[in-house]
Structures are given as structure tokens and as C-alpha cells.
């Protein structure tokens, strides 16, 4: 894809969504942190039907943490890998009390330490608790990316790094987000919904649906 194509992808994207948002629910960074960790292999709306309790009951690292295994683990069951999950967002709420304050650090280095985070999940919170540019790619970037011929790539880092590379400065706070919606909802990974997309005559995709 030229950078003209790029350009016009990413500013019809704005116009159709200024200020796009994740879908997940929360309420601070914590929340958000411990959110993403949560929506690994399992969808947002799952997350948010657990953890609109869990934020009532235990909104803090520290209440998360008095919180303990076991009440963790059965309030997050409904999720996918809920037992590994509860195991990490506990270590991760206790070392952000116990080693940060209670705050949620802008460091990436610190961020990956935290159990259950990894680079994309430290890409969301630097790019939406902290505004940096970051774009953290999932299932539906890469797919968009390598169907569209936006950013192809056989790994989610060398599409990361071309992603970075090709998208407009103005665009990149919420390319990320722009992204996983048009995957999400158009570009899907079985039918993607060619006649509804918005960047269908750009996108290099050779099967497009009728």
C-alpha cells in the first residue's frame, strides 16, 4: 500500500470516528491494566460482564489484593484461562501496591515485568492512560494489517514495527483502535464485510466479498 493509500485510509477512518475508545470498561488505569491482562483469548463484552462486579467489590491493587485467590478466581470463572489470569492480575496488584504506590507505572520496562503483561498489553495502557503512540497489535490488527496490505507481516512485531513505520503522525494515537474496530466489525476474520467497509477500495484484499 502506497503512503497516499495510508493516508487516506487512516483519514477516512477519523472522519468516521474522531475519537474512537476500547470497548473495555473501567474506570481508572488499575482497572484498565488488570482489564486487558483479563481480555486475552476472550472477548471485551466477557471481561465487562465480570468485572463490572469485581470493580464494585475490589476497585484498587490493594483491595484486589486483600481480595485473595480464590474469591479472584471465582469471580472472573466465566472467562477464558480464568485461573492462570486470577494468579497473574493478584501478583500484578500486589507488586503495583507493594512496589509502586498503588499506581499503575508509565515504563514499559516495568509495565512487562507485571505478571500476564506483555507488549501488547503494555501498548494499550502506554497509548490510552499515558497518550503515548503506541499500537498494540491483536488478532484483528494483524489480520487487517496483512489482509489490506496495510503492514504485512508473519509476526505481530514486525507488524507493529511497520505500522509504526506507515502511519501518518497525526493518526497513530488511535490507529490501534481504529484498527481493532474495523476488524472487529468489517473486516472479520471468516466473511469479512467488504460492501460495508469504508477503506474497501484501498485495500489490496484480491477475494473481497461481493
Known amino acids: 500500500m502506497k503512503p497516499a493509500q495510508r493516508r487516506e485510509l487512516f483519514a477516512r477512518l477519523a472522519r468516521a470516528n474522531p475519537e474512537p475508545a476500547t470497548e473495555l470498561e473501567y474506570a481508572t488505569p488499575f482497572q484498565l491494566l488488570v482489564a486487558v491482562?483479563?481480555?486475552?483469548?476472550?472477548?471485551?463484552?466477557?471481561?465487562?460482564?465480570?468485572?463490572?462486579?469485581?470493580?464494585?467489590?475490589?476497585?484498587?491493587?490493594?483491595?484486589?489484593?486483600?481480595?485473595?485467590?480464590?474469591?479472584l478466581t471465582d469471580a472472573i470463572k466465566t472467562i477464558g484461562l480464568y485461573k492462570t489470569?486470577?494468579?497473574?492480575v493478584l501478583a500484578t496488584a500486589r507488586i503495583i501496591a507493594g512496589q509502586h504506590?498503588?499506581?499503575?507505572?508509565?515504563?514499559?520496562?516495568?509495565?512487562?515485568?507485571?505478571?500476564?503483561v506483555g507488549r501488547k498489553t503494555a501498548n494499550v495502557?502506554?497509548?490510552?492512560?499515558?497518550?503515548?503512540?503506541?499500537?498494540a497489535v491483536d488478532t484483528h490488527i494483524f489480520r487487517v494489517s496483512n489482509r489490506t496490505g496495510l503492514a504485512p507481516g508473519k509476526d505481530v512485531?514486525?507488524?507493529?514495527?511497520?505500522?509504526?513505520?506507515?502511519?501518518?503522525d497525526?493518526?497513530?494515537?488511535?490507529?490501534?483502535?481504529?484498527?481493532i474496530l474495523l476488524g472487529r466489525y468489517t473486516c472479520k476474520a471468516k466473511k469479512p464485510d467488504c460492501p460495508a467497509c469504508l477503506i474497501r477500495d484501498l485495500c489490496e484484499f484480491k477475494d473481497k466479498t461481493a
Open 37 to 71: 491482562i483479563l481480555s486475552a483469548q476472550a472477548t471485551d463484552k466477557s471481561v465487562n460482564l465480570a468485572t463490572r462486579q469485581l470493580f464494585r467489590d475490589a476497585p484498587t491493587p490493594q483491595a484486589i489484593a486483600v481480595l485473595g485467590e480464590a474469591k
Open 85 to 88: 489470569k486470577a494468579r497473574n
Open 101 to 116: 504506590g498503588g499506581e499503575v507505572p508509565h515504563d514499559r520496562a516495568a509495565l512487562e515485568a507485571l505478571p500476564g
Open 125 to 135: 495502557v502506554l497509548n490510552v492512560v499515558f497518550g503515548e503512540p503506541t499500537i
Open 157 to 168: 512485531r514486525t507488524v507493529e514495527d511497520k505500522l509504526l513505520a506507515a502511519v501518518p
Open 170 to 179: 497525526e493518526y497513530r494515537h488511535h490507529a490501534h483502535h481504529w484498527l
